[in-house]
């Protein structure tokens, strides 16, 4: 399946998607110990990216300095953010100086809702969401590190998954739903991933028949994505150097690549 129709996404290999479904079965079939740094809050599709990303069981969970990084291999650092980028700021600013750092954040492109009864634990049929996550969503993240992202020891790895997303019944609506805690998020496939290595990388977000200059309006367009996620993608890419604004048109900014 293409999650993405840009050229920055790459396919999946058959093997590939073998071996996170044997992980994937694996740490979701057993009942994992939850002790030591870095465990005791993970949740599970944490624990399925940073063993299929990890080349060695041994590289898990390594002192490095004052922190301890998800995967080091004594050279790279790999970091399984699943939540807020707000988390990351400290470790970056302590690694970034000396390794290279790349950040593994999942999109969930297929994504089935299941509740859950806090009080019996019963839990509903899955129902496929009409949301498909996308990597420009995750822009909204990369803001809240903007200071760090021209550094070229820091990459990006954005896995597209097949998930299930389990959510508590403890909302403040009548059907419990609106305000609810998500409880849980299992992994079911690996679909393909986009990986950013640097501003070429990031320029490959821009559909190419786009024409030029273009307004966050018709880039969203182009993407099918609204207009203040577009407007967020345009202002990083602008930030660094990948694209430039042109004269205004109208009340919008109007913007072109950078040569």
């Given at each position: 399946?293409?999650?993405?129709?840009?050229?920055?996404?790459?396919?999946?290999?058959?093997?590939?998607?073998?071996?996170?479904?044997?992980?994937?079965?694996?740490?979701?079939?057993?009942?994992?110990?939850?002790?030591?740094?870095?465990?005791?809050?993970?949740?599970?599709?944490?624990?399925?990216?940073k063993?299929?990303?990890?080349?060695?069981?041994?590289?898990v969970?390594?002192?490095?300095?004052?922190?301890?990084?998800?995967?080091?291999t004594?050279?790279?650092?790999?970091?399984?953010?699943?939540?807020?980028?707000?988390?990351?700021?400290?470790?970056?600013?302590?690694?970034?100086?000396?390794?290279?750092?790349?950040?593994?954040?999942?999109?969930?492109?297929?994504?089935?809702?299941?509740?859950?009864?806090?009080?019996?634990?019963?839990?509903?049929k899955?129902?496929?969401?009409?949301?498909?996550?996308s990597?420009?969503?995750?822009?909204?993240?990369?803001?809240k590190?903007?200071?760090?992202?021209?550094?070229?020891?820091?990459?990006?790895?954005f896995?597209?998954?097949?998930?299930?997303?389990?959510?508590?019944?403890?909302?403040?609506?009548?059907?419990?739903?609106?305000?609810?805690?998500?409880?849980?998020?299992?992994?079911?496939?690996?679909?393909?991933?986009?990986?950013?290595e640097g501003?070429?990388d990031?320029?490959?977000?821009?559909?190419?028949?786009?024409?030029?200059?273009?307004?966050?309006?018709?880039?969203g367009?182009a993407?099918?994505?609204?207009?203040?996620?577009?407007?967020?993608?345009?202002?990083?890419?602008?930030?660094l150097?990948?694209?430039?604004?042109?004269?205004?048109?109208?009340?919008?900014?109007?913007?072109?690549?950078?040569?």
């Amino acid at each position: 399946m293409k999650a993405v129709t840009f050229s920055a996404s790459a396919e999946i290999t058959s093997a590939d998607a073998e071996r996170f479904c044997e992980i994937k079965n694996r740490i979701v079939g057993s009942c994992r110990e939850r002790s030591g740094i870095g465990t005791l809050q993970e949740k599970t599709i944490h624990a399925v990216l940073k063993a299929y990303y990890a080349p060695d069981e041994s590289m898990v969970e390594i002192p490095v300095g004052r922190y301890v990084a998800d995967i080091y291999t004594g050279c790279e650092i790999t970091e399984i953010q699943t939540v807020h980028f707000d988390n990351l700021r400290k470790k970056l600013e302590a690694f970034l100086p000396d390794y290279p750092l790349t950040v593994v954040y999942p999109i969930p492109r297929i994504k089935y809702l299941i509740w859950m009864d806090t009080e019996t634990g019963e839990c509903s049929k899955p129902r496929k969401s009409t949301v498909k996550g996308s990597v420009y969503r995750a822009f909204y993240e990369l803001y809240k590190i903007k200071n760090h992202l021209s550094n070229p020891n820091l990459h990006f790895c954005f896995p597209y998954l097949e998930l299930e997303e389990y959510r508590l019944l403890n909302g403040w609506s009548r059907d419990k739903k609106k305000g609810s805690r998500r409880y849980d998020r299992i992994p079911k496939a690996l679909l393909s991933e986009v990986r950013i290595e640097g501003p070429d990388d990031y320029a490959k977000l821009i559909p190419p028949d786009l024409p030029e200059p273009f307004t966050a309006a018709e880039f969203g367009k182009a993407v099918g994505e609204r207009k203040d996620t577009a407007a967020m993608v345009l202002h990083i890419l602008n930030y660094l150097k990948v694209i430039e604004r042109c004269e205004n048109r109208g009340r919008a900014y109007s913007y072109q690549k950078c040569k």
